[in-house]
């Protein structure tokens, strides 16, 4: 996780306009991260209408999920879930997901608490030919 460390924390900058981001292309869509610690990320991601993400955990982090629009397919665990506009989600520790987006584009507010390390990925199936070498 590239962070830069700003006096009185370690909050990511964008730019010198006073925007606080940093988008990361995925091969389903991207990440756009606001705010960034040691232990807290707050942002948004899109996923692709007929892509997903990988199916993966992560052995340190938590996610609370709110979708802000398009249609999908959740799997958590070994439970298929249909979420859209104004679902919210909470993935433990340790708990094995995927997110496919299935009408629309599927844009996603999301924050992660725990111990923030771009190795801290477990991947079990993977549509674009990723590893376990961090998030890609």
Known sequence: FDKKTLPGGGIVPRD???GW?????????FEDDWLATERFV?????VREGERTSLHLHEGQSHFWFVESGNGELLLEEEQFLIGPGDSIYIDVGQLHRLSAM????????VTAGLIDPA???RFEDDYGRTNEGID
């Open 103 to 110: 009408v629309g584009d599927m844009d996603v507010f999301t």
């Open 16 to 18: 010198g306009l006073g």
């Open 42 to 46: 707050m942002g948004k991601f899109l």
């Open 21 to 29: 981001s940093v988008t990361s292309e995925k091969p389903w869509g």
């Open 120 to 122: 801290d990925i477990v």
